[in-house]
């Protein structure tokens, strides 16, 4: 089955910009979606195909995805972007179709 | 506006049966495919299963196959998680969310708040 990877943790300084990276076998040949979660909430989705932002998501999120890694790119961080990040894609490659995330990266901000 | 509303969550013991449903509203229900997701107490996101747009099509986690069933009734708007020979290992707080297309090879826009099974003895 496929298998994404993602940092456990991601530390950075308010202001400064936080790179969240996630790896899957070409992975660049896939949509990759990330999602935030604060504690006690619902999962939101902050990127969708690689590198769309929902309406309502600042422009200081923004994605990549080429070869073997995504990444999710957090400019200017502020305290409240600390939360959990997970990234997602779809795998049709299996026997069955699979939606498949990340562990999840945790971004403190310092 | 959309919500996602889920309900069913109780306690159950091993074994025991239990019926999850997610009442949506504020977009046209039966344009998208719907999914469950589900998130074990201190762990990460976990895909359980998928439904088509119409119900013809649907898919599951190895981890749930042959003892969970999702469907849908499009004339309410409503998703549900049939969940039968429950484990210690189901317990999770169990998301119903949106996808992002009809056919469900995407992503998930919106999620619901999410509704707690617990698997107890």
């Known amino acids: 089955s496929y298998v994404l990877t993602q940092p456990p943790s991601v530390s950075v300084a308010p202001g400064k910009t936080a790179r969240i990276t996630c790896g899957g076998n070409?992975?660049?040949?896939?949509?990759v979606h990330w999602y935030q979660q604060k504690p006690g909430q619902a999962p939101v989705l902050v990127i969708y195909?690689?590198?769309d932002r929902p309406s309502g998501i600042p422009e200081r999120f923004s994605g990549s995805n080429s070869g073997n890694t995504a990444t999710l790119t957090i400019s200017r961080v502020e305290a409240g972007d600390e939360a959990d990040y997970y990234c997602?894609?779809?795998?049709?490659?299996?026997?069955?179709?699979?939606?498949?995330f990340g562990g999840g990266t945790k971004l403190t901000v310092l | 506006e959309v919500q996602l509303v889920e309900s069913g969550g109780v306690v159950v013991q091993p074994g025991g049966s239990l019926r999850l449903s997610c009442a949506a509203s504020g977009f046209t229900f039966d344009d998208y495919a719907m999914h469950w997701v589900r998130q074990a107490p201190g762990k990460g996101l976990e895909w359980v299963s998928l439904i088509s747009w119409d119900g013809g099509s649907t898919y599951y986690a190895d981890s749930v196959k042959g003892r969970f069933t999702i469907s849908r009734d499009n004339s309410k708007n409503s998703l549900y998680l049939q969940m039968n020979s429950l484990r210690a290992e189901d317990t999770a707080l169990y998301y119903c969310?949106?996808?992002?297309?009809?056919?469900?090879?995407?992503?998930?826009?919106?999620w619901g708040q999410g509704t707690l099974v617990t698997v107890s003895s």
């Open positions: 997602q894609v779809w795998d049709s490659s299996s026997d069955h179709p699979n939606w498949v």
């Open positions: 070409n992975i660049g040949s896939k949509s």
């Open positions: 969310a949106k996808d992002i297309g009809g056919s469900g090879g995407d992503g998930f826009d919106y």
């Open positions: 195909y690689d590198s």
